[in-house]
T-cell receptor, first 114, second 117 residues
Framework: DGGITQSPKYLFRKEGQNVTLSCEQN?????MYWYRQDPGQGLRLIYY???????QKGDIAEGYSVSREKKESFPLTVTSAQKNPTAFYLC?????????????FGSGTRLTVV | AQKITQTQPGMFVQEKEAVTLDCTYD???????LFWYKQPSSGEMIFLIY??????QNATEGRYSLNFQKARKSANLVISASQLGDSAMYFC??????????????FGKGTKLTVNP
């Protein structure tokens, strides 16, 4: 079955460490996104990519970095510059081929700073 | 810029009854799309229903229907015959655009629905 796989499901980071969250999709979607979710908040866009080797900052990109070397993969690195990284991170992909070109989401990674 | 407002932080409903979750939106775009997602405690976002701004009829998907009132800029989700498994967070979202002109989803803060037996 096609879908988005995020790993790991839970991640613990020490102060000053960089960590990388994985996102892989086999839907052949061109666009991929990273969202951050805090308790009681909706999702906020961190980074997005419309095509391979190209990505753009979203609304809250500071302290994060991404790469898009393959169509299927869009990893997110949470750097030590991100002052409050504890949150739930969701990866999504989309296509414009369907009229309602919906977004497909992964199951998320819960990052905790210890 | 696009904005989604969900004014109900929490809602309760009895099993087998219907419930309406409110969503209002703001946009200056003549063409837009509205989505509803369900987020169970496990965390994944499950697509429920979509309404295009030019659709003449309200969208329906099984027990889900969208009460779209364009003039009032509202897109309320109606869940009929609630089930215990409907207990979850529900997010209204709109197709918006980044400063660079690329597409993104703009989300409301969500409504936590609890279905009581």
């Amino acid at each position: 079955d096609g879908g988005i796989t995020q790993s790991p499901k839970y991640l613990f980071r020490k102060e000053g460490q960089n960590v990388t969250l994985s996102c892989e999709q086999n839907l052949n979607h061109d666009a991929m996104y990273w969202y951050r979710q805090d308790p009681g908040q909706g999702l906020r866009l961190i980074y997005y990519s419309q095509i391979v080797n190209d990505f753009q900052k979203g609304d809250i990109a500071e302290g994060y970095s991404v790469s898009r070397e393959k169509k299927e993969s869009f990893p997110l690195t949470v750097t030590s510059a991100q002052k409050n990284p504890t949150a739930f991170y969701l990866c999504a992909s989309s296509t414009r081929e369907a009229e309602d070109y919906g977004y497909t989401f992964g199951s998320g990674t819960r990052l905790t700073v210890v | 810029a696009q904005k989604i407002t969900q004014t109900q932080p929490g809602m309760f409903v009895q099993e087998k009854e219907a419930v309406t979750l409110d969503c209002t939106y703001d946009t200056s775009d003549p063409s837009y799309g509205l989505f509803w997602y369900k987020q169970p405690s496990s965390g994944e976002m499950i697509f429920l229903i979509y309404q295009g701004s030019y659709d003449q009829q309200n969208a329906t998907e099984g027990r889900y229907s969208l009460n779209f009132q364009k003039a009032r800029k509202s897109a309320n989700l109606v869940i009929s015959a609630s089930q215990l498994g409907d207990s979850a967070m529900y997010f209204c979202a709109m197709r918006g655009y980044t400063q660079g002109g690329s597409e993104k989803l703009v989300f409301g803060k969500g409504t936590k629905l609890t279905v009581n037996p």
